[in-house]
């Protein structure tokens, strides 16, 4: 009888042994197992760092697409705005981030950085994700503005050099490039205001009078637009823009000048391939969504569903090609 129960009990313990020494194992198994097996990409929130200040048109649209972004890959993205620097102090964190899907990038310039000496590196030193947009600009003044249109706009800061106050967001950033290239085909010399972040300055320098004109994008001054506050004198584009059609071009009043803006999506150089085409195919598929584009339309940008991955590469680097002689003119080109 001790016999029996002694044997019972020895053959529980090896049973307990075994059982603990399988657990164990298991759980070695999935420690030594790689990353994207055990845990399949994302499984925690991602980071988004935006280089302008909450309000400016690079963040309202980066935060639309992020809002989309989040239901495809089932993880909320956190923005963290970095202003400074035309976008490149954030840049600098982007590329030093861990290459690993979570830490994302916004740039609107990140092409021709660059060449205006604000950063060592271009977007070929990233993984570039997507241009899933572009947005035209407006030419605006204060509503209690002596100008009827930028003819007159154009006629006065050549009359009065220097006088002319222009409201714009950092040297090297694309409302900056648009008040230079004002300049050069208009032959005129303005007082360029240079705020330190995106358009929310040009919008509260407009709104409050305390400069004669700016170019921004039409997200950052809708509100001032709509109290009353900014008057626009044209766009950007090279017709009327649909829905906003009651404003005139740029061109309708003798100044031929044809620039938008968009933004790149880009991350840390070096993202393993699943999580790289997990990006890639959540970009595709919000860029060429209904809703999207619907709420996209309401900022005044328009979609690109087409420009992600290596075709968003390739626009970025005709966009330069054309950037880099207007910049060279301007003495903006400091990469020679």
Same mark, same amino acid.
């Given at each position: ?19 603990? +020494? ?25 980071k ?12 309202? *649209? /980066?935060?639309?697409?992020? $809002?989309f ?23 600098r ?6 290459? %690993? ?7 609107p ?17 990233? %993984? ?15 509503a209690?503005?002596?100008f009827?249109?930028? $003819? ?7 009359a009065?050099p ?5 409201s714009?967001? +950092? ?5 900056w490039?648009?008040? $230079?290239?004002?300049?050069?085909i208009?032959?005129t010399?303005? *007082? ?15 709104g409050?009078g ?5 170019f921004?994008?039409? /997200?950052p ?8 506050n900014?008057?626009?004198?044209? +766009? ?24 938008n ?7 840390p ?10 990006l890639i ?16 339309? $309401?900022?005044?940008?328009?979609? +690109? ?32």
């Open positions: 009888m001790l016999k029996r129960v002694s044997s019972r009990v020895n053959n529980e313990r090896e049973e307990g042994i075994m059982k603990r +020494t399988l657990v164990f194992l298991a759980g070695l198994v999935l420690l030594l197992m790689p990353w994207s097996e055990a845990m399949p990409y994302p499984d925690k929130p991602i988004a760092i935006v280089g302008y200040e909450a309000g400016s048109a690079v963040d309202i *649209n /980066a935060r639309i697409f992020f $809002k972004m989040e239901k495809e890959l089932g993880q909320p993205i956190a923005v963290v705005n970095k202003p400074g620097a035309a976008g490149s102090l954030g840049l964190e982007v590329h030093g981030a861990s290459p %690993d899907g979570y830490t994302i990038g916004v740039s310039s990140i092409n021709v950085l660059k060449i205006q000496g604000l950063l060592p590196y271009t977007h070929h030193d990233f %993984d570039v994700l997507g241009v899933p947009a572009y947005t035209w600009c407006l030419l605006a003044v204060p209690k503005s002596p009827k249109d930028a $003819k007159e706009l154009a006629a006065n800061a050549k009065n220097g006088q002319v106050k222009m714009t967001t +950092t040297k090297g950033a694309v409302f490039m648009l008040c $230079k290239y004002f300049e050069r208009t032959g010399k303005l *007082n360029v205001i240079s705020n330190p972040g995106g358009a929310t300055y040009i919008a509260a320098q407009l409050g305390h400069a004669d004109a700016g921004a994008s039409i /997200a001054l809708k509100s001032q637009i709509d109290a009353g900014i008057r626009v004198l044209g +766009t950007t584009t090279e017709k009327r823009v649909p829905g906003f059609d009651q404003w005139p071009t740029l061109k309708e009043s003798g100044i031929d000048m044809v620039m803006g968009w933004i790149a999506y880009v991350a150089k070096g993202l393993p391939p699943e999580v790289y085409k997990k195919a959540a970009s595709a598929k919000v860029a060429a969504s209904k809703e999207y584009i619907e709420e996209n339309a $309401k900022t005044g940008s328009i979609t +690109t569903p087409e420009c992600i991955g290596q075709e968003a590469v390739k626009f970025l680097d005709e966009d330069a090609a054309k950037q880099r002689p207007i910049l060279e003119e301007l003495g903006a080109a400091k990469d020679k």
